[in-house]
């Protein structure tokens, strides 16, 4: 999975993004700034994909879609990222946003699932969970843009190549990013049930465990296939 695309050359738009001004218009606590300040060197908006860089046009859900890299400070953070640092600039920008993670020559792929709230459109709604590559090198080979009919077809295609899960035929991307959720849930209670299993003494109450663990497994199945 590599969901690094080769965005249009019209689309590059190369700006310099002051934390400040994130700050400004989302207001993180102490602990997140202190994030921002000692995770990420610098944030670049790289690309704005919109009806006139893209000639795709947009939709109620999707005006524009941006590309944002943010050039992190120090590889040993690779796997500590705080990911409190993308919710904010995704509550601060009105669009959906794919990121960039970049740290020496390494690179990764990373994003949520944003739309316009029901109830007021121009609130966003923004999922919990990021769906993201590995890493990769910076010179992986970039994919070549879906042939699509509009932005919101363009933002689907990209979100479902970092979702780890085959998407199901005539499935719509909400119904995949929820079924997504309860993998990532399953999976979570299985971990923690395996590690009580672990430490239970008990023959009969490790049989019981075991009979539940098989169950959560048979759910994972289903929802997986």
Same mark, same amino acid.
């Given at each position: ?15 310099? !993004? ?7 218009? !989302? %207001?993180?606590?102490?602990?997140i700034?202190?994030?921002? !300040? ?7 908006? %790289?690309?704005k994909?919109? +009806? ?17 890299? =943010?050039?992190?400070?120090? #590889? ?41 709230s029901?109830? #007021? ?8 969970e ?23 077809? =363009? ?8 979702? +780890? =899960?085959?998407s199901?035929? #005539?499935?719509?991307l ?8 309860q ?6 209670? !299985?971990?923690k ?5 672990n430490?239970?003494?008990q023959?009969?109450r ?16 289903? =929802?997986?296939?």
């Amino acid at each position: 999975m590599s969901a690094l695309f080769d965005y249009p050359k019209q689309a590059e738009f190369g700006r310099i !993004v002051a934390k400040n001004k994130i700050y400004e218009r !989302v %207001k993180p606590n102490r602990k997140i700034q202190d994030a921002f !300040v000692s995770q990420v060197g610098k944030i670049i908006w %790289k690309y704005k994909l919109a +009806p006139k860089t893209t000639n795709l046009p947009e939709t109620g859900k999707v005006k524009e879609i941006e590309v944002f890299e =943010l050039a992190l400070k120090s #590889d040993k953070q690779i796997e500590s990222f705080d990911l409190n640092i993308l919710r904010c600039i995704d509550k601060a920008i009105a669009h959906p946003i794919i990121f960039h993670l970049a740290c020496a020559d390494k690179i990764k792929a990373i994003a949520t699932y944003k739309r316009p709230s029901d109830a #007021d459109a121009t609130k966003w709604v923004i999922n919990d969970e990021y769906f993201e590559t590995e890493w990769l090198a910076v010179d992986t080979e970039r994919l070549n843009l879906p042939i699509v009919l509009n932005l919101s077809g =363009l933002y689907e295609h990209i979100l479902r190549e970092l979702i +780890p =899960l085959q998407s199901r035929e #005539d499935e719509s991307l909400e119904s995949h990013i929820q079924r997504m959720g309860q993998v990532i849930t399953k999976n979570k209670e !299985v971990r923690k049930l395996e590690a009580r299993m672990n430490k239970e003494k008990q023959f009969n109450r490790k049989v019981e465990m075991n009979e539940e663990l098989r169950k959560l497994q048979s759910e994972m199945k289903r =929802l997986q296939a």
